[in-house]
């Protein structure tokens, strides 16, 4: 099994910093990308920043020049770094992985893992 542990959300006054962190744990082959999602009340998944073992990021349009993202590829953990937050940044934000991983009974797949997700809420 493999599991990707999430942590540092919280709350934030507007134009605030917070820095996600999530270790992913188990049996793992390999990791290929890694990124974060993040879902408001009422609103769609949407992709916030990902990055890819060579190091390539991608950003939501919103967020870039704010946040950025970056791995440890040794510890297979993402960080997400978030700056001058601003209330429609309020959302649990969800740690996504994909690459190799063990699944009972079948030997290393390629899958998709998700986090079970962190909060942050951008209010005075």
């Known amino acids: 099994q493999v599991q990707l542990v999430e942590s540092g959300g919280g709350l934030v006054q507007p134009g605030g910093s917070l820095r996600l962190s999530c270790a992913a744990s188990?049996?793992?082959?390999?990791?290929?990308?890694m990124g974060w999602y993040r879902q408001a009340p009422g609103k769609e998944r949407e992709l916030v920043a990902a990055i890819n073992s060579g190091g390539s990021t991608n950003f939501a349009d919103s967020v870039k020049g704010r946040f950025t993202i970056s791995r440890d590829n040794a510890k297979n953990t993402v960080y997400l770094q978030m700056n001058s937050l601003k209330p429609e940044d309020t959302a649990v934000y969800y740690c996504?992985?994909?690459?190799?991983?063990?699944?009972?009974?079948?030997?290393?797949?390629?899958?998709?893992?998700w986090g079970q997700g962190t909060l942050v809420t951008v209010s005075s």
């Open positions: 996504n992985a994909e690459g190799r991983v063990w699944v009972p009974g079948t030997g290393y797949r390629y899958r998709e893992v």
């Open positions: 188990g049996s793992i082959d390999s990791i290929n990308a």
